[in-house]
């Protein structure tokens, strides 16, 4: 405890002020009877002579009466009327007492700033919010006064003090060794073979409630105990790519955790997992279409001096992957074809692009086509939507055209025939 003694201290410093402040400015919310003689401040129990002995005598006695104050104070939570400024400051107090009951039991301070655990890459928080959860108790971090650490990886949260019982593996790891989603549907084991125990923790669990209640993660299709699964929802890849379905379900929390990471990575390759797909959802199509355009748009950015220059390529910095390819998706994407989201924004880059290339901008103007087969009409461009593109050296034709003539490109025919006669003459020489 010898670094505990310091750790009071400024606790003290810090708390005292803070209630003498408040008795000072608003007496009412304390009970505070101001006779002039009296010292008495407030009427819970609780106040002052927690804070006014010598720091030397904390010892159990101290604890035990702490316990005490924060009985009471709960009682007088519950007596006060709902919502008032008396109860809400009831809360206050009441957290104050709790904090400071963790500090005389948990009174560390000189704690490293990085920890590696499990592959977890655990950074010491500084935020004095106390809404977080640890994720190894399932309490509340009362960051005030407790040190606690989130995973930079995967945000795990937990209380320094929870630290060594964490038994789960970072989630980062996995998502960068074994970046595939589960694809199929709650693919559940049923409760035997985990021998009614929780998935995660192993503690003993049943769909009785007895020991303790057994919830799935429609995700894994487990079961977990109430500690490894809070009830979170989240969308399930498998029931997007066979059932186009989004509703969100119920997952564990270290599923919640992978799918929350998962979610913008580009891992689903849609023409192979589920082709059929395409056919039943029109939206799918569309996007489609608009990805390969942007594909044939991007050889005209990455030349053009003014495109680079009004960064227009990064009207796409969210999906990195629709600048690479056109047919791998996130789970992410998915969700926004769904709501209809995907195909506005974009629609709207697209015409962006467009504009650029067709008519804001010389250079890119410059690099239209004239369509070799009818040599007649507007310039072309490949991602326009009467075109067609020769596969092997990207010349643009006029769809019409292109079909009337059999599918077949002039330049690559010319080119073919030249080679034949290369070869001969070739071979005289
Ligand atoms: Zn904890
Ligand atoms: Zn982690
Ligand atoms: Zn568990
Ligand atoms: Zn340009
Ligand atoms: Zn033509
Ligand atoms: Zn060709």
Redesign the pocket.
Known sequence: MSGGGSIICDFIAHTVPFYFLLIATRPELFNVTRTPSSDRTMDLGLAEDHFSRPVGSLVASDIEQLKLAIEECKKLILELPEHSERQKDTVVKLIHLRLKLQELKDPEEDEPNLRIL?????SKEKSKSVKQTCDKCSTIIWGLIQTWYT??????RCHSKCMNLITK?????KVSHQSEYELSICPEIGLDRQDYRCAECRSPVSLRGVPSEARQCDYTGQYYCSTCHWNDTAVIPARVIHNWEFEPRKVCRSSM?YLTLMIPRPVLKLKEINPLLFNFVEELVEIRKLRQDILLMKPYFITCKEAMEARLLLQLQDRQHFVENDDMYSLQDLIDISTGRLSCSLTEIHTTFAKHIKLDCERCQAKGFVCELCKEGDILFPFDSHTSVCHDCSAVFHRDCYYDNSTTCPKCTRFTERKQDDIPEEKKA
């Open positions: 499990l592959e977890h890459r655990f995973c930079t990886g995967c945000y795990y593996p970072c989630v980062r790891s955790r």
